[in-house]
């Protein structure tokens, strides 16, 4: 099982991709009708990764790869081709902020990810190329579109599959902001997104993992997005992570979806 469609960074490049990872979304609520509610994630939440590798409020997405404990920190572990180890929140936030400590996994081809999505798949991301130790590439998508890949941004960074770092997205309705140990380097306000047709605004899960985009079997697309072939004779490639802290502003129980719009104001929180 691939993972070539971890995010919709590389959706329309890849070719012949398998879609385990292809949504968090089993039922898009602008879509379908009866889609159950989301469950929301507590006002606050600090998971220590150091702790146990799949704490209190995560879970391990079924995908091959093992996550293993060691110093502090969980390794998300690429073995093999086609591992692709993946954690997932179990439930979801309506704005918030999403902090993750974490080390990059190195090897070319390797992609770390820290994917925020919806179930109408707005999307926030931070992608870490294995064969790029200088620069981190930040994108977004809103209500799935797929139309253009113009919103790529990449930014310099010190070696960060040596080094941990924080790595924060606040996001609230007017503006998300990208921020690295405390450094804003990327601001998106509403209107700036399609005059907020293309803003993400609907509740969003966290997933953490770490995936071969350039498994040679992926389509030519994916691997050059992913900085070309990965040698898998130089496994295993780990992406450590330490802590992840998450405040959802708009706490409750559970998010419903109240019409097909895809807009804030129609999340009801109950
Ligand atoms: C890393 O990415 C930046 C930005 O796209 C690029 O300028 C640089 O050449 C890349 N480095 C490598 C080693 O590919």
Not at 40 to 69: C, H, M, R, V, Y
Not at 185 to 201: C, I, M, N, T
Not at 263 to 269: G, P, Y
Request: negative net charge; charged residues 20%.
């Amino acid at each position: 099982m691939r993972t070539s469609q971890f995010t919709q960074a590389v959706v329309v490049l890849a070719t012949a991709s398998q879609s385990f990872a292809q949504t968090f979304s089993k039922c898009d609520p602008t879509k379908k009708t009866g889609c159950a509610n989301n469950p929301a994630l507590p006002a606050s939440l600090d998971s220590d990764f150091g702790a146990a590798t799949i704490p209190p409020n995560w879970i391990k997405i079924e995908s091959q790869g093992s996550i293993t404990k060691e110093n502090g920190a969980s390794s998300f572990i690429v073995g093999k081709q086609n591992d692709s180890p993946t954690a997932d929140t179990t439930g979801y936030a309506l704005f918030g902020s999403f902090s993750v400590e974490m080390k990059a996994a190195p090897g070319v081809g390797i992609v770390s990810s820290i994917v925020l999505e919806s179930d109408n798949l707005d999307e926030v991301d931070w992608e870490l190329i294995g064969g790029n130790n200088t620069h981190i590439q930040t994108n977004y998508f809103g209500k799935g579109d797929t139309s253009t890949y113009d919103r790529a941004v990449w930014h310099p960074i010190a070696d960060p599959q040596a080094n941990f770092h924080t790595y924060t997205v606040t996001w609230t309705q007017d503006k998300i902001l990208w921020i690295i140990d405390d450094v804003v380097v990327r601001s998106l306000a509403y209107k700036d997104a399609k005059g907020g047709s293309r803003f993400p605004q609907t509740p969003m899960r966290l997933r953490l993992g770490s995936w071969a985009g350039g498994d040679p079997t992926n389509g030519q697309g994916t691997i050059e997005w992913a900085g070309g072939k990965t040698d898998f004779s130089k496994a295993p490639f780990a992406m450590v992570v330490r802590r992840v802290s998450i405040t959802n502003y708009s706490p409750g129980k559970e998010y419903q979806w109240t019409d097909q719009s895809g807009s804030f104001d129609s999340i009801k929180v109950v």
